[in-house]
């Protein structure tokens, strides 16, 4: 059974700094796609960055410079460096994993991954 355990989210002020992690357990494929996702109040879930095991990235527009997407496969770990905090950024923020073969086409798909985390809360404020 494959778990998600997002920890490091917290309350910042602008411009400040967080480091997401992402504990995965139980995926034993070699190949994947994973993610990070946020909802904000009021509105749809939507693509932060992804990763492939490839090691092909990608990321949305209004993060793009400011965070950055990494995997530390000796600790089954996914991380979001996220520098430069906006209010805007402020969120519930997901990590997901799904298929390589379903997720390098689709990697702001939220259909495309199969395991979700439960969310880590990330607040920021002016």
């Known amino acids: 059974q494959v778990h998600l355990v997002e920890s490091g989210g917290g309350s910042v002020q602008t411009g400040g700094s967080l480091r997401l992690s992402c504990v995965v357990s139980?995926?034993?494929?070699?190949?994947?796609?994973m993610g990070w996702f946020r909802r904000a109040p009021g509105k749809e879930r939507e693509g932060v960055a992804a990763?492939?095991?490839?090691?092909?990235?990608k990321y949305e527009y209004s993060v793009s410079g400011r965070f950055t997407i990494s995997v530390d496969s000796t600790k089954n770990t996914l991380y979001l460096q996220m520098n430069a905090l906006k209010p805007e950024d402020t969120a519930m923020y997901y990590c997901?994993?799904?298929?390589?073969?379903?997720?390098?086409?689709?990697?702001?798909?939220?259909?495309?991954?199969?395991?979700w985390g439960r969310g880590t809360q990330v607040t920021v404020s002016s």
């Open positions: 990763i492939d095991s490839d090691g092909v990235t």
């Open positions: 997901a994993v799904g298929l390589y073969g379903n997720t390098w086409y689709r990697k702001f798909d939220s259909g495309a991954y199969n395991y």
């Open positions: 139980g995926y034993s494929y070699d190949s994947y796609g």
